[in-house]
Nanobody
Framework: VQLQASGGGLVQAGGSLRLSCAPS???????MGWFRQAPGKEHEFVAAIKSSGVSTYYADFVKGRFTISRDNAKNTVYLQMNSLKPEDTAVYYC?????????????WGQGTLVTVSS
């Protein structure tokens, strides 16, 4: 499965962005997640969604602000990000979840840069 995230950009604090992940292979059978990596830091878990889309899980620092969703018919996973903060600035990656809820398979693919200005 090739993973490619898109939808990043520059936004002011308090703004919103919607990220998409369109893998080249079928992902409907996988639990999927979003992670991010700020400059000089390790990958950090953001949110995950079960293959069915029924269950989700979030890092504490995004609860109430970010929403993960998926459309298996379109083979796409989304991350709606609202009330963005400068500390949300990072490269965002989608990933297959190896162990629920926050352990990624380890393959990151192409991320998308989110920059939040104050």
């Amino acid at each position: 499965v090739q993973l490619q995230a898109s939808g990043g950009g520059l936004v002011q604090a308090g703004g919103s962005l919607r990220l998409s992940c369109a893998p080249s292979g079928r992902t409907g059978i996988y639990d999927m997640g979003w992670f991010r990596q700020a400059p000089g830091k390790e990958h950090e878990f953001v949110a995950a969604i079960k293959s069915s889309g029924v269950s989700t899980y979030y890092a504490d620092f995004v609860k109430g602000r970010f929403t993960i969703s998926r459309d298996n018919a379109k083979n796409t996973v989304y991350l709606q990000m609202n009330s963005l903060k400068p500390e949300d600035t990072a490269v965002y990656y989608c990933a297959v979840i190896r162990r629920w809820p926050d352990q990624a398979l380890g393959y990151w693919g192409q991320g998308t840069l989110v920059t939040v200005s104050s």
